[in-house]
């Protein structure tokens, strides 16, 4: 059978970057983008010796960038069969009346404006070849919302919203759609929710065993795997210690 071509947003650090290394050593052929080139450049160095590789540096949050690098794909990398929409982060944790508007910006124009843009980008070839799959990397911040979680929270509902409208609007064209909704998950994300604040970050993962960042990269391989005709359509994913988004069983 012809290898798959997936394509992954955020493959640059945590989840994004174990379901790289994952899906390498299971030969599919690997689109990989962010915004750090360096590390694009090394996940091209180390994952090309398994499997074809190619990468794309650009910022979701910047349409006509996205919109030309991925018209500037290889054409043997055109025909994308997966594509996994998980670049995202959290921007800062306060009350909405503190809450930084940059802060904001970012998480919106990431999180969601982000994910339409490299959706719509691809879309059209996926319609036209009537076969695709887009994963959706949503959050419990998306099922739930949490003091200080604000606009971290309405973004991932966003995505949850938009994981549910995509499958109704992709129906006819035999589009798989999937949301994979995590936990608490030990990646550079708390880093980058306090601003570089690695003492504070770390607290986040103390106390408990969090999720890593190869067990969703386990799920996805899972999820996009199955028989074309089985869509498994929405996952929420918490570490054992964790029972909601606040409450967690530390030592
Ligand atoms: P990381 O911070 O480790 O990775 C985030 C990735 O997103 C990086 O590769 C980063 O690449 C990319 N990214 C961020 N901003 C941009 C941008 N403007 N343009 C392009 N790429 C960008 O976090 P995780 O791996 O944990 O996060 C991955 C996804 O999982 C996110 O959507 C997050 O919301 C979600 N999630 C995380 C959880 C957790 O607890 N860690 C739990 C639930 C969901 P670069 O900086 O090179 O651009
Ligand atoms: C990341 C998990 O609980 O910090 O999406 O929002 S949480």
């Not at 290889?74 to 508007?101: E, W, Y």
Request: charged share 25%; glycine share 8%.
């Amino acid at each position: 059978m012809k290898s798959q071509t997936v394509f992954i947003t955020g493959a640059t650090s945590g989840i994004g970057k174990a379901t790289a290394e994952l899906l390498a050593k299971q030969k599919f052929n690997l689109i990989l983008c962010g915004r750090r080139k360096e590390r694009l450049l090394d996940l091209q160095n180390k994952l090309g010796k398994l499997t074809n590789v190619t990468t794309l540096a650009f910022d979701v949050r910047n349409k006509g960038e996205v919109f030309k690098a991925i018209e500037t794909l290889p054409t043997k990398f055109k025909n994308i069969d997966v594509l996994i929409n998980n670049a995202g982060n959290a921007h800062g944790l306060s009350t909405i009346q503190n809450g930084d508007l940059d802060d904001w910006d970012a998480m919106m124009d990431i999180n969601v404006k982000g994910l339409l843009y490299v959706s719509k980008a691809i879309l059209p070839k996926m319609i036209e070849n009537n076969n695709g799959f887009i994963v959706n990397i949503g959050s419990i911040a998306g099922k739930e919302v949490y003091p200080n979680g604000n606009v971290y929270c309405a973004s991932k509902h966003a995505v949850n919203a938009l994981n549910k409208a995509m499958r109704l609007d992709l129906n006819k064209y035999n589009i798989r759609v999937a949301g994979i909704h995590p936990g608490a998950v030990e990646t550079e994300f708390s880093e980058v929710r306090f601003k570089g604040d690695t003492e504070r970050a770390k607290t986040v993962y103390e106390g408990y065993k969090a999720l890593q960042a190869e067990d969703i990269a386990d799920i996805i391989h899972f999820v996009i795997t199955r028989p074309y005709h089985v869509n498994i359509e929405d996952l929420v994913v918490y570490p054992t210690a964790q029972a909601s988004a606040t409450i967690l069983n530390k030592e």
